[in-house]
């Protein structure tokens, strides 16, 4: 049986969704162009983005205050004639169910994790246009067999209700299923929290760009008002430069904030200044900086993950030092700047003695806590300008800028004996290693270092292990 606190906060979500929809309905009036049609339709964003965030929990308020407004908008228009509550549900269904089918078809998508985060913008403008479409056709439709417009009517407001619905649902829907998300559980940061990390800078920084925004959209609205040509009212298509600027240098959170406020502003000020005959422009804009935003938040997203991508590329994720890649790029860049320079340059090459016995008598776990605390050792003692990468397996690189064969002996000495002192519990066993040095000769590339290098540390596995081997760039070999 369903907890009481679970039922409460069912029915405390069902409740606020029929609210903000009535309050959403009445905004629709901004631009309502026919008692039935607005060319834009908040209540159709809610639907949609309530149905893709809740699936089936939110059909049922949204069910019951499309019907309840159905009765109402007829008593408001037809207060002479009785209410056909019987009828009054066909907008409702149409409405609810249309929805339901795009958000439901949407949901399934993205949590079957098949799709990006950009080929999920691309599901939800094709989904949210096919279900505006139905709910627009389908709502049409059932006002006519309820016997509230005629034929004519009916043709004459579908596809502005079409157009009205999707425009509403493209600059509000994203800002509503985080506002919802947000007050309802916070799901999308637990199951896509990279979703949400991206661009939180300062909010003076973001309320800059916002009203950079409105300012440009009020002073182009207000120059259309004054001029009255349509030619004027296209200057609101330089909008989109400001916004996105904002939506490639803010999160997600933010981007869809201010997308709902631009698309809200618009609106208010085509109601305020009567710019009626140019609503369709106006409509136009909002739908055009909507979509351009929307993909614009991929370029932000995009970016991070390049950058995870390189990070992960250039660092061993066990260790935390320098990947096999990372090491070799970062070398060789050094020692050119080395061989230039006539510097000396040093590559050390170790790794832990018998650690196959480790990983095979106390399994991998554990071999892996011993290479992070080996790696956490060495980096505590390194210089600031050494470099420490995991060639494979437990095998370490070091190389020594600016450091000759005798120093880099004492350096690495001295690594020896802090890894033989180091006490690890769960290994249970005195940890050690061999090191083998090498110092680059001249014009030599990394790859023949490393040769001689791996070559060296050979010899100190020869020789007994847990000591140092050097080799000298005439290549003669001392203890």
């Known amino acids: 049986m369903p907890s009481v606190g679970r039922i409460s906060a069912q029915l405390g979500l069902q409740l606020a969704l029929m609210l903000a929809w009535v309050l959403l309905y009445q905004s629709a009036e901004l631009l309502e162009y026919s008692p039935h049609a607005s060319l834009w339709y908040p209540p159709a964003a809610l639907s949609f983005a309530a149905l893709t965030l809740f699936g089936l929990r939110a059909f049922p308020a949204l069910l019951l205050v499309c019907f309840l407004m159905s009765v109402w908008h007829f008593q408001r228009y037809h207060p002479a004639e009785q209410i056909p509550y019987a009828a009054a549900i066909l907008p409702a269904m149409a409405h609810g169910m249309s929805y339901l089918l795009g958000a439901l078809l949407l949901r399934i998508l993205i949590q079957s994790g098949r799709v990006n985060y950009s080929g999920t913008l691309v599901a939800y403008l094709i989904l949210a246009a096919i279900a505006a479409l139905l709910a627009a056709y389908s709502g049409a439709w059932s006002l006519q067999l309820a016997g509230v417009i005629e034929q ?19 600059s509000l829907s994203p800002f509503l299923v985080l506002l919802l998300d947000r007050f309802t559980g916070k799901t999308i940061a637990a199951q896509a929290p990279w979703l949400l990390q991206h661009g939180h800078g300062p909010r003076h920084s973001f309320l800059l760009k916002l009203v950079l925004c409105l300012l440009l959209l009020t002073f182009s609205m207000l120059l259309a008002h004054q001029v009255r040509a349509q030619e004027i009212t296209f200057l609101i298509l330089f909008l989109s430069l400001p916004a996105m600027w904002l939506v490639y240098t803010e999160s997600i959170w933010r981007s869809f904030s201010g997308l709902a406020v631009i698309s809200l502003a618009i609106v208010l000020l085509t109601a305020l200044l009567e710019l009626d005959s140019y609503a369709a422009i106006y409509q136009f ?84 806590e011993v290479l992070q605390q080996v790696c956490q050792t060495l980096q ?98 001392t203890d």
């Open 152 to 170: 004519s009517e009916r043709l004459a407001i579908w596809l502005g209700w079409w157009i009205g619905d999707l425009v509403a649902i493209l």
């Open 380 to 477: 505590r003692q390194l210089r600031q300008q050494d470099l420490l990468g995991r060639f494979g397996g437990d095998e370490l690189m070091l190389l020594l800028p600016d450091t000759d064969t005798r120093e880099a002996s004492k350096i690495c000495e001295r690594l020896r004996l802090s890894i033989e002192q180091l006490h690890i519990a769960a290994a249970g066993q005195q940890v050690t290693a061999s090191f083998g040095i090498c110092e680059q000769q001249s014009d030599e590339s990394f790859n023949q270092l490393f040769a001689r290098a791996d070559k060296t540390l050979m010899q100190a596995k020869q020789r007994g292990r847990n000591r140092i081997e050097t080799i000298l760039a005439d290549q003669s070999a």
């Open 285 to 368: 804009t909002i739908a055009m900086i909507a979509v351009a935003m929307l993909y614009g938040t991929a370029v932000p997203l995009l970016q991070n993950t390049n950058q995870q991508l390189q990070r992960s590329l250039h660092t061993d994720p066990l260790t935390g030092v320098l990947s096999r890649q990372g090491f070799i790029e970062q070398a060789n860049l050094l020692l050119g700047r080395a061989g230039r320079r006539k510097d000396k340059v040093c590559l050390a090459v170790l790794d832990l003695d018998h650690f196959k016995q480790v990983n095979d008598l106390l399994g991998h776990q554990i071999g892996d």
